[in-house]
């Protein structure tokens, strides 16, 4: 991983098995995203897979097959799939194959920018398997049921452009323009409020969990009540009262 200013960019670093994850590497992952979570100094994450071939594969079979058993962390696969209390915003720059947990990774993120030779899938079933690392709950939530149906049923892989035309992935470009597209989404986030987007982030989620719209509106969402006490509350109106740009401190 590095840091570059505000970002965080991990990289999933196993390229001789198509940054296919075994139990080490979820560990490891779950630790540095609980270190994301707890810095106040670090407002986005970016994951990307190491290489021009692959995001990531899922689990490493090999692995999984002398162990006779999966291991994760509470926070799920690459530490990241059950953790539904990280409120900032994180990107998946998927480069190549994203699979089995290596789609439910992506999905796990709030964005996802694509190469054009991207391809994606939950082959589990054709290995006696299914994605239950939350790709069958989220596929289901992120596309219309025939078509999350028809993917999950035949583990068919498909391409970037059509996970574009699904409303699955925000931005798909060549693989030479990857890293650009996704510093200009950066770009964009860090222009926003950090409070205003981790309090957009968890109503966005956490509203999806109650009943009816109204019960929704009403909910308690404490990231928004943070945003509202802040000193970035009160930056963004007198930044434009004095037409100037706003200087966030996430504080």
């Given at each position: ?7 965080l960019h991990?990289?999933l670093n ?14 490891e992952?779950a ?8 810095d ?11 290489g021009?071939?692959s995001?990531c594969?899922?689990t490493?079979?090999?692995?999984r097959a002398e162990?006779?058993?999966d ?6 696969f ?8 990280l ?7 998927v ?5 089995g ?8 993120c ?16 054709r290995a ?10 989220r ?7 025939k ?14 452009q059509e996970?574009q035309?699904?409303g ?12 650009g ?9 860090l ?25 929704a ?5 404490p990231?928004?009540?943070r945003?509202?006490?802040?000193e970035?509350?009160?930056e963004?109106?007198?930044?434009f009262?004095?037409k ?8």
């Amino acid at each position: 991983m590095r840091i570059d200013g505000r970002v965080l960019h991990i990289t999933l670093n196993r390229p001789q098995v198509l940054n296919a994850l075994h139990p080490p590497a979820h560990f490891e992952l779950a630790e540095i995203f609980d270190a994301f979570a707890d810095d106040s100094g670090l407002w986005i994450a970016v994951v990307r897979g190491a290489g021009k071939r692959s995001f990531c594969t899922g689990t490493d079979l090999k692995v999984r097959a002398e162990l006779g058993r999966d291991e994760y962390p509470p926070s799920g696969f690459a530490g990241l799939t059950r953790r539904f209390d990280l409120d900032k915003p994180v990107v998946a720059a998927v480069n190549g194959l994203a699979l089995g947990g290596g789609l439910e990774i992506a999905l796990a993120c709030d964005l996802i920018v694509a190469a054009e030779h991207a391809k994606f899938g939950f082959p589990e079933p054709r290995a006696g398997l299914a994605a239950m690392g939350g790709g069958v709950h989220r596929l289901v939530r992120q596309l219309p049921d025939k078509v999350a149906m028809g993917l999950l049923l035949t583990g068919r892989q498909f391409s970037a452009q059509e996970a574009q035309a699904y409303g699955l992935v925000n931005e798909v470009v060549p693989g030479e323009r990857l890293d650009g597209a996704v510093q200009v989404w950066v770009e964009d986030m860090l222009a926003c409020a950090p409070l205003a987007l981790r309090a957009t982030k968890q109503v966005a989620r956490r509203n999806l969990d109650f009943p009816t719209l109204a019960a929704a509106i009403r909910g308690d969402y404490p990231a928004a009540e943070r945003m509202l006490e802040s000193e970035d509350a009160v930056e963004g109106p007198r930044a434009f009262a004095e037409k100037r740009d706003p200087v966030w401190r996430g504080r």
